[in-house]
């Protein structure tokens, strides 16, 4: 895609940002003459996350010829907004390059920016010349990257594009069977949901079992015991989970058609489905092997302050 930005041509800059990690502030005097590409992101995002191993490979790449990569962390929930959060978010995650920090948007809307991830890659005199927002795209990116480290004088670039391993949370999603898309548990954004037994949800469907209660953001678990059910067709399930208590750890269990998940376990619990949620995160629950049908997805915890913010799919 060639500019088309609602009228953001040049590099507004990072003076919006209220700190930074992994560097000092970048100023534009220190990015004048590199190859610049801002990358939108929130730790908690699937569809960032899978998009993570080409923009860490592109840096590690590029950097010698003048690509500076910069990470914009713009929170989505309100978690993420904590610095703790984000500093460890980026240790897990082999987040390197630079980050600004970005808990007020004003970074975001300097850039009118309305998607995560979002990538814009700037020339060497700060022009934009490319964005891709959500995934994909990744060759054009690259090339775009080639191109312009070549405008700014590199006669070194490499023709070929790098390679990436595809794991854990950033393999690339089953695009021919994912049929459940992105679903919040919060009353704000909630849709789809069923009052009624888990073996009676239709495809899409979610419920609550327990005593919980619908905040704007996420649903809260009052009670121990409390159980989510989803009937949905997909390789991997995910869900955004935070302990209400500081440092509390609590266990929760997986079942997949009322039954442990096996070899359908996702990296975040074993075969017997058992997993602890410790800090605010991402879980994968489930990465199935094999054919891919409608399922029935329930998870249950041991102990009462579960915040339950959003599912995603792969």
């Given at each position: 895609?060639?500019?088309?930005?609602?009228?953001?041509?040049?590099?507004?800059?990072?003076?919006?940002?209220?700190g930074?990690?992994?560097?000092?502030?970048?100023?534009?005097?220190?990015?004048?003459?590199?190859?610049?590409?801002?990358?939108?992101?929130?730790?908690?995002?699937?569809?960032?996350?899978?998009?993570?191993?080409?923009?860490?490979?592109?840096?590690?790449?590029?950097?010698?010829?003048?690509?500076?990569?910069?990470?914009?962390?713009?929170?989505?929930?309100?978690?993420?907004?904590?610095?703790?959060?984000?500093?460890?978010?980026?240790?897990?995650?082999?987040?390197?390059?630079p980050?600004?920090?970005?808990?007020?948007?004003?970074?975001w809307?300097?850039?009118?920016?309305?998607?995560?991830?979002?990538?814009?890659?700037?020339?060497?005199?700060?022009?934009?010349?490319?964005?891709?927002?959500?995934?994909?795209?990744?060759?054009?990116?690259?090339?775009?990257?080639?191109?312009?480290?070549?405008?700014?004088?590199?006669?070194?670039?490499?023709?070929?594009?790098?390679?990436?391993?595809?794991?854990?949370?950033?393999?690339?999603?089953?695009?021919?069977?994912?049929?459940?898309?992105?679903?919040?548990?919060?009353?704000?954004?909630?849709?789809?949901?069923?009052?009624?037994?888990?073996?009676?949800?239709?495809?899409?469907?979610?419920?609550?079992?327990?005593?919980?209660?619908v905040?704007?953001?996420?649903?809260?678990?009052?009670?121990?015991?409390?159980?989510?059910?989803?009937?949905?067709?997909?390789?991997?399930?995910?869900?955004?989970l935070?302990?209400?208590?500081?440092d509390?750890?609590?266990?929760?269990?997986?079942?997949?058609?009322?039954?442990?998940?096996?070899?359908?376990?996702?990296?975040?619990?074993?075969?017997?489905?058992?997993?602890?949620?410790?800090r605010?995160?991402?879980?994968?629950?489930?990465?199935?092997?094999?054919?891919?049908?409608?399922?029935?997805?329930?998870?249950?915890?041991?102990?009462?302050?579960?915040?339950?913010?959003?599912?995603?799919?792969?």
């Amino acid at each position: 895609m060639r500019l088309a930005l609602s009228g953001v041509e040049q590099l507004p800059g990072f003076d919006a940002s209220t700190g930074w990690l992994n560097s000092e502030p970048l100023t534009d005097e220190e990015l004048r003459g590199k190859v610049v590409l801002v990358d939108f992101w929130t730790y908690t995002c699937i569809n960032w996350l899978r998009t993570l191993g080409f923009v860490r490979a592109w840096g590690e790449r590029y950097e010698d010829q003048g690509l500076v990569v910069v990470g914009v962390h713009t929170p989505e929930f309100p978690f993420e907004r904590d610095l703790d959060n984000v500093r460890e978010a980026a240790k897990d995650l082999t987040v390197e390059y630079p980050i600004a920090l970005d808990p007020d948007y004003g970074v975001w809307d300097a850039f009118s920016n309305r998607y995560w991830p979002a990538v814009y890659i700037a020339d060497a005199e700060g022009r934009i010349r490319h964005h891709q927002f959500g995934e994909g795209g990744y060759e054009e990116c690259e090339r775009i990257i080639q191109q312009l480290l070549r405008e700014a004088g590199r006669d070194d670039v490499a023709d070929d594009l790098v390679s990436v391993a595809e794991e854990g949370f950033e393999a690339q999603a089953d695009w021919p069977n994912l049929e459940t898309s992105e679903t919040y548990l919060g009353s704000a954004q909630a849709r789809n949901f069923a009052d009624g037994p888990p073996d009676r949800l239709e495809l899409n469907e979610w419920t609550l079992a327990g005593d919980w209660t619908v905040e704007p953001h996420a649903s809260i678990l009052n009670e121990a015991g409390g159980r989510i059910a989803f009937r949905f067709h997909a390789r991997d399930v995910h869900l955004v989970l935070r302990a209400r208590e500081p440092d509390a750890s609590v266990p929760f269990r997986v079942l997949l058609d009322g039954a442990p998940p096996g070899p359908a376990h996702g990296v975040d619990v074993d075969e017997d489905g058992r997993g602890t949620l410790v800090r605010p995160r991402l879980y994968q629950l489930i990465r199935q092997p094999g054919s891919i049908g409608d399922r029935t997805f329930e998870i249950s915890f041991e102990a009462p302050g579960v915040e339950a913010y959003a599912f995603t799919f792969g």
